[in-house]
């Protein structure tokens, strides 16, 4: 156990003296895939209220079929079938987007959590009570005022709760980066147990820093939402 | 306190040596059972109708055979396969294992069943050597906790190789023939039956033997791997081994799958043969 935590502490934490590696490697993938799922997810949840058909039916189809496929086939998909296609290979910014499996990792989590959080936001903007509704309107708001200044703030407050628990299952959904060649914690303690053989010490290793980092959200998002939706405080 | 401690001590000898014939005698060996990782021919593989076949496979019946011993064949996956064994799933590791000294920590190895050396695929004109220069910013891919993997983030990564490592050996072919990789390593038999001579591999060709290698990372060459707890049965395979090459059955079972010498290969760490000279003498200068 030790000499695991000596050899491998520095690849587990941040890298592996040639690249980043391990929790540094992790965090940015989730980072990166939570942004950019956040802000595909914001105008997508008001898309997805409208009530025009050729504006709520592409959103729909989106959060279908990425809500209704495993992460990991939308990983192969994006990482092998996409980078396979011969139009790809031939128009330069595609083939060197795709030729590198970090870009086809944060890309296949970025889609996959705004189909989730695309859902979560539309879910609190469609419950927003109409009396906010009406009060904004009655005070001579346009509809993107009202958007703006009434139903999405109280829509992601409430949508807090629900968003915390999807950016931990995010984490945990990071575990499949190395099946892109992204060198993630899980990537590092799979390389301790095949050095060690032994599978409790490097997966146990690994379990805890996930923990740690889950932890650490749970704490965060607690505080927000003490912060925010103290108006919903019993 | 002596004259307590010695009875004690009398005891332990006495179960001491009553258990000893009675192991020696569970010992008595009936049968063998192999433990296999069959994704990996030609030396181990599942037939289409479910049986083990390959050439470790056809070594291990001839092994059993020599010693009159029943064989059995076990599928494990090859990463947890030193901990099966070690769990007494089965007696010995079949299954293409190269001798390391981080393996060889863990459990015993019988004398050398074949040997093989380290090589580079790549696409056919490209031109690469299995060396930091000729590789110096491509990519290079291999598969995680293979000794290949160890090699080329040893010699290679620090001079500005990228090496990519996979989760398995068909992921790296398939990125080579998407060119996502430059080239890939992996051992030089496996490279052969399980890509260039399959359809999928027309386009691409051998880069070379790996010759470099001082730190000796690539292991010396593949034996039949037994828990350290039983010398008797480690004795009796290595005695069946010799015995197969003093009477002519290991030439025979060789001549079925290989058009080449795979024992008499030297480890690739210590060999510098005349036809790869010109390249050998470039990775000796890193």
Same mark, same amino acid.
């Given at each position: 156990?030790?000499?695991?935590?000596?050899?491998?502490?520095?690849?587990?934490?941040y890298?592996?003296?040639?690249g980043?590696t391990?929790?540094?490697?992790?965090?940015w993938?989730?980072?990166?895939?939570? #942004?950019?799922?956040?802000?595909? #997810?914001?105008?997508?949840?008001?898309?997805?209220?409208?009530?025009?058909?050729?504006?709520?039916?592409?959103?729909?189809?989106?959060t279908?079929?990425?809500?209704? +496929?495993?992460?990991?086939?939308?990983?192969?998909l994006?990482y092998?079938?996409?980078?396979?296609?011969?139009?790809?290979?031939?128009t330069?910014?595609?083939?060197?987007?795709?030729?590198s499996?970090?870009?086809c990792?944060?890309?296949?989590?970025?889609?996959?959590?705004?189909?989730?959080?695309?859902e979560?936001?539309?879910?609190?903007? $469609?419950?927003?009570?109409?009396?906010?509704? !009406?009060?904004?309107?009655?005070m001579?708001?346009?509809?993107? +005022?009202?958007?703006?200044?009434?139903?999405i &703030?109280?829509?992601?407050?409430?949508? %807090?709760?629900?968003y915390?628990?999807?950016?931990?299952l995010?984490?945990?959904?990071?575990?499949?980066?190395?099946?892109a060649t992204?060198p993630?914690?899980? $990537?590092?303690?799979?390389?301790?147990?095949? /050095?060690?053989y032994?599978p409790?010490?490097?997966?146990?290793?690994a379990?805890l820093i =996930?923990?740690?980092?889950s932890?650490? %959200?749970?704490?965060?998002?607690?505080r927000t939402?003490r912060?925010y939706l103290?108006f919903?405080?019993? | 306190?002596?004259?307590?401690f010695?009875?004690?001590?009398?005891v @332990?000898?006495?179960l001491?040596?009553l258990?000893?014939?009675?192991?020696?005698?569970?010992?008595?060996?009936?049968?063998?059972?192999?433990g296999v !990782?069959?994704t =990996?021919?030609?030396?181990?593989?599942?037939?289409?109708?479910?049986?083990?076949?390959g050439?470790?496979i056809?070594?291990?019946?001839?092994?059993?055979?020599?010693?009159?011993v029943?064989?059995?064949?076990v599928?494990?996956?090859?990463?947890?396969?030193?901990?099966?064994?070690?769990?007494?799933k089965?007696?010995a590791?079949l299954?293409?294992?190269?001798?390391?000294?981080?393996?060889?920590?863990?459990?015993?190895?019988?004398?050398?069943?074949?040997?093989? &050396?380290?090589?580079l695929?790549?696409?056919?004109?490209?031109?690469?050597?299995?060396t930091?220069?000729?590789?110096?910013?491509?990519?290079?891919?291999?598969?995680?906790?293979?000794i290949?993997?160890?090699y080329?983030?040893?010699?290679?990564?620090?001079?500005?190789?990228?090496?990519?490592s996979?989760?398995?050996?068909?992921?790296?072919?398939a990125?080579?023939?998407?060119?996502?990789?430059?080239?890939?390593?992996?051992?030089?038999?496996? #490279?052969d039956?399980?890509?260039?001579?399959?359809p $999928?591999?027309?386009? =691409?060709?051998?880069?070379?033997? @790996?010759?470099?290698?001082?730190?000796d @990372?690539?292991?010396?060459?593949?034996?039949?791997?037994?828990?350290?707890?039983e010398?008797?049965?480690?004795?009796?395979?290595d005695?069946?081994?010799?015995?197969?090459?003093? *009477?002519g059955?290991? *030439?025979?079972?060789? /001549?079925?799958?290989?058009?080449? !010498?795979v024992?008499g290969?030297?480890?690739?760490?210590?060999?510098?043969?005349a036809?790869? /000279?010109? #390249?050998?003498?470039?990775?000796?200068?890193?």
């Amino acid at each position: 156990m030790i000499d695991i935590l000596q050899n491998y502490w520095q690849a587990l934490l941040y890298s592996d003296g040639y690249g980043v590696t391990g929790l540094a490697m992790t965090l940015w993938l989730l980072v990166l895939s939570c #942004a950019i799922g956040f802000c595909l #997810a914001l105008p997508l949840a008001v898309l997805r209220n409208a009530r025009n058909p050729v504006l709520w039916f592409p959103v729909w189809l989106y959060t279908f079929i990425f809500r209704g +496929t495993p992460l990991y086939v939308q990983l192969l998909l994006i990482y092998s079938g996409i980078y396979g296609l011969d139009f790809v290979h031939h128009t330069a910014p595609l083939a060197d987007f795709f030729r590198s499996g970090l870009n086809c990792t944060i890309l296949s989590f970025g889609l996959n959590t705004g189909a989730y959080t695309t859902e979560i936001f539309a879910g609190a903007i $469609k419950e927003t009570s109409h009396g906010e509704v !009406d009060a904004g309107l009655a005070m001579g708001m346009s509809r993107v +005022t009202l958007y703006r200044r009434i139903i999405i &703030p109280a829509a992601l407050r409430r949508a %807090l709760p629900a968003y915390s628990n999807e950016v931990i299952l995010m984490l945990h959904a990071t575990t499949l980066a190395f099946t892109a060649t992204v060198p993630d914690i899980l $990537k590092v303690a799979n390389d301790a147990y095949s /050095a060690t053989y032994a599978p409790f010490d490097c997966f146990g290793i690994a379990a805890l820093i =996930y923990l740690c980092v889950s932890f650490t %959200l749970i704490f965060l998002f607690r505080r927000t939402e003490r912060r925010y939706l103290a108006f919903l405080s019993p | 306190m002596k004259q307590i401690f010695a009875p004690a001590v009398a005891v @332990v000898c006495a179960l001491g040596t009553l258990a000893a014939p009675v192991a020696a005698q569970a010992k008595a060996l009936t049968q063998i059972t192999f433990g296999v !990782d069959a994704t =990996y021919p030609p030396f181990e593989s599942l037939s289409p109708s479910g049986a083990f076949q390959g050439f470790d496979i056809d070594l291990g019946k001839a092994i059993c055979a020599e010693l009159k011993v029943k064989c059995v064949f076990v599928s494990q996956s090859f990463d947890g396969i030193i901990p099966a064994l070690q769990a007494r799933k089965f007696d010995a590791i079949l299954s293409s294992m190269t001798v390391t000294p981080e393996r060889a920590k863990q459990i015993n190895f019988s004398s050398e069943m074949y040997n093989e &050396p380290t090589s580079l695929v790549e696409k056919k004109g490209a031109g690469l050597e299995p060396t930091a220069a000729s590789l110096k910013g491509k990519n290079v891919g291999v598969e995680a906790g293979t000794i290949q993997e160890t090699y080329a983030k040893t010699y290679w990564q620090p001079q500005g190789v990228n090496v990519i490592s996979y989760q398995g050996q068909d992921q790296v072919y398939a990125d080579l023939l998407s060119g996502r990789l430059d080239a890939s390593l992996q051992d030089s038999v496996e #490279a052969d039956y399980g890509f260039l001579k399959t359809p $999928k591999g027309t386009d =691409y060709q051998f880069g070379g033997n @790996v010759t470099y290698d001082p730190q000796d @990372v690539l292991g010396s060459y593949i034996a039949i791997g037994v828990r350290k707890d039983e010398p008797e049965l480690l004795k009796k395979i290595d005695w069946a081994i010799a015995e197969l090459h003093k *009477n002519g059955t290991y *030439n025979k079972i060789e /001549a079925k799958y290989f058009n080449f !010498d795979v024992y008499g290969t030297q480890p690739a760490a210590t060999t510098a043969p005349a036809a790869a /000279a010109p #390249a050998a003498s470039a990775p000796a200068a890193q």
